[in-house]
Nanobody, 115 residues
Framework: QVQLVESGGGLVQAGGSLGLSCAAS????????MGWYRQVPGKQRELVAI???????TYGDSVKGRFTISRDNAKNTVYLQMNSLKPEDTAVYYC?????????WGQGTQVTVSS
């Protein structure tokens, strides 16, 4: 079984920065994809950023150039640095891990950006 524990998030003013981290435990292998998705009420969960075990990254169009995803394979941890935050970035952010085609999700952490 895989467990994902998120930390970070909170309230920040527009233009500010915030960092998220997600630690994975359980039967983890470095050859997996980890990342972040976000969701607001009434909308579908959307991609924020994902990173492969080899460090290849993909970003959602709305966060390109502002957010940076990274990972520490030794710690099974993925990070999301969010800069130049906008009110529209307000959402619940979910950590995701894909392992052998199975999806695992964290409990979610709220990010609120005030204008």
């Amino acid at each position: 079984q895989v467990q994902l524990v998120e930390s970070g998030g909170g309230l920040v003013q527009a233009g500010g920065s915030l960092g998220l981290s997600c630690a994975a435990s359980g039967s983890i292998f470095s050859i997996n994809v980890m990342g972040w998705y976000r969701q607001v009420p009434g909308k579908q969960r959307e991609l924020v950023a994902i990173i492969s075990g080899g460090g290849m990254t993909t970003y959602g169009d709305s966060v390109k150039g502002r957010f940076t995803i990274s990972r520490d394979n030794a710690k099974n941890t993925v990070y999301l640095q969010m800069n130049s935050l906008k009110p529209e970035d307000t959402a619940v952010y979910y950590c995701n891990l894909v392992l052998f085609s199975r999806n695992f999700w964290g409990q979610g952490t709220q990010v609120t950006v005030s204008s």
